[in-house]
């Protein structure tokens, strides 16, 4: 059984920069497809970014775009999330997901594409 633990939120100024990590166990990472999530109150979770398993390909939300970089390091059987110049409406909780793809060089984008989810690390953003 696959599971995703996220680490790295926290509360940070506007301007300001997180890394987000999430270490995968149960499977090796490099057969996975990731994603990034986010979902603040009161709204649905929508994708942020996301990494194809043969690590060709990212996605990043139009709101992130030049912002967030997603990377992995399958040795470490880790995905990344390096947020900068941060903005309030950033703030969320902020979800890992992994699939294994039917293509290693497609990055999912959508939340039922995905089989397994961590719990979530929550990012404040102060303005």
């Known amino acids: 059984q696959l599971q995703l633990a996220e680490s790295g939120g926290g509360l940070v100024q506007a301007g300001g920069s997180l890394r987000l990590s999430c270490v995968v166990s149960?499977?090796?990472?490099?057969?996975?497809?990731m994603g990034w999530f986010r979902q603040a109150p009161g709204k649905e979770r929508e994708g942020v970014s996301c990494i194809s398993a043969s690590d060709a390909v990212t996605y990043y939300a139009t709101s992130v775009k030049g912002r967030f970089t997603i990377s992995r390091d399958n040795a470490k059987n880790t995905v990344y999330l390096q947020m900068n110049s941060l903005k309030p409406e950033d703030t969320a909780l902020y979800y890992c997901?992994?699939?294994?793809?039917?293509?290693?060089?497609?990055?999912?984008?959508?939340?039922?594409?995905?089989?397994?989810w961590g719990q979530g690390t929550q990012v404040t953003v102060s303005s």
């Open positions: 149960g499977s090796t990472l490099d057969n996975q497809a």
């Open positions: 997901a992994a699939v294994v793809p039917i293509y290693r060089n497609r990055c999912p984008v959508g939340i039922t594409e995905y089989d397994y």
